[in-house]
C-alpha cells in the first residue's frame, strides 16, 4: 500500500495568515493527489485534484503543488472558514490511501 | 445533482456482520467510470478506503479486509450495500458511501471523490 504522510498534524493560526500543509508518498504517485476538508460533522469535500487543480468553486487562496512523493495544500490568507481539517488522497493505486490529517485551530 | 445517503443499523454486536446500504438519487445515468465506493473513519485509523465496485460488477477491497468484506449493488433500485462480518470493536466508524470519478482536465483524466453521502456512525458493542 502507498503510505501517505502528512504533516504538521496540527497547527495554530490567525485569520490572515499564510499555512501550508504537507503530504509525503512513500513512492511516486505523479500529480494523483487530492486534497480534502472537512468541518465536524461533514463528510470531506474536495478542494484540489490532480495536484494543484482548484475545484470549481473553491476559492483561490486555496493552492496546490508537487508532483513524484512531496506536495503542499496552501492558503493564502486564512479566513474564519477555512478552520476544519485537511486530509490529503492519493489516486494513484490501490488501496486508496489517505494522509492522518492536519487540524487547522484558532490561535 | 447526485446524492449519497446511508441507511443501516448503528449498533451492531461483537462477531455480528455489519450491513449498510447506499442509495443514489438525483442522476439515474451511470458512467463506466463510477466507482461506488465505501469509506470509513476513526479516531484510531483516521479516513480508510475499504473498497468499491464498478459499472460492470467487478470489485475491489483493502486487502486487509478482504476475507470480510462484500460490496454489491442492485442497479434496479440505485442502491450498492457493504457488508462485513465478524465485528469487533474496532470496526467502530462513521461509515461513508461515495462516488470515485474520472475528471477530464486537458489531454488528461484524475480520479476524484467526487460525492459523498452524510456518513453513518456504527458502532460495535455487545
Known amino acids: 500500500d502507498i503510505q501517505m504522510t502528512q504533516s504538521p498534524s496540527s497547527l495554530s493560526a490567525s485569520v490572515g495568515d499564510r499555512v501550508s500543509i504537507t503530504c509525503r508518498a512513500s513512492e511516486g504517485i505523479r500529480n494523483d493527489l487530492g486534497w480534502y476538508q472537512q468541518k465536524p460533522g461533514q463528510a470531506p469535500k474536495r478542494l484540489i485534484y490532480?495536484?494543484?487543480i482548484l475545484q470549481s468553486g473553491v476559492p483561490s487562496r486555496f493552492s496546490g503543488s508537487g508532483y513524484g512523493t512531496e506536495f503542499t495544500l496552501t492558503i493564502s490568507s486564512l479566513q474564519p472558514e477555512d478552520f476544519a481539517t485537511y486530509y490529503c488522497l492519493q489516486h494513484n493505486g490501490y488501496p486508496r490511501t489517505f494522509g492522518q490529517g492536519t487540524k487547522v485551530e484558532i490561535k | 445533482q447526485v446524492q449519497l445517503q446511508e441507511s443501516g443499523p448503528g449498533m451492531v454486536k461483537p462477531s455480528e456482520t455489519l450491513s449498510l446500504t447506499c442509495t443514489v438519487s438525483?442522476?439515474?445515468?451511470?458512467?463506466?467510470?463510477?466507482?461506488w465506493t465505501w469509506i470509513r473513519q476513526s479516531a484510531e485509523k483516521g479516513l480508510e478506503w475499504i473498497g468499491y465496485i464498478d459499472y460492470r460488477g467487478r470489485t475491489n477491497y483493502k486487502s486487509s479486509l478482504k476475507s470480510r468484506v462484500t460490496i454489491s449493488a442492485d442497479t434496479s433500485k440505485n442502491q450498492f450495500s457493504l457488508g462485513l462480518t465478524s465485528v469487533t470493536a474496532a470496526d467502530t466508524a462513521v461509515y461513508y458511501c461515495?462516488?470515485?470519478?474520472?475528471?477530464?482536465?486537458?489531454?488528461?483524466?484524475?480520479?476524484?471523490?467526487?460525492?459523498w453521502g452524510q456518513g453513518t456512525t456504527v458502532t460495535v458493542s455487545s
Open positions: 461515495a462516488i470515485e470519478r474520472r475528471l477530464p482536465f486537458s489531454r488528461y483524466f484524475f480520479y476524484v471523490l467526487d460525492v
Open positions: 490532480g495536484a494543484a
Open positions: 438525483g442522476d439515474s445515468d451511470r458512467s463506466d467510470s463510477d466507482y
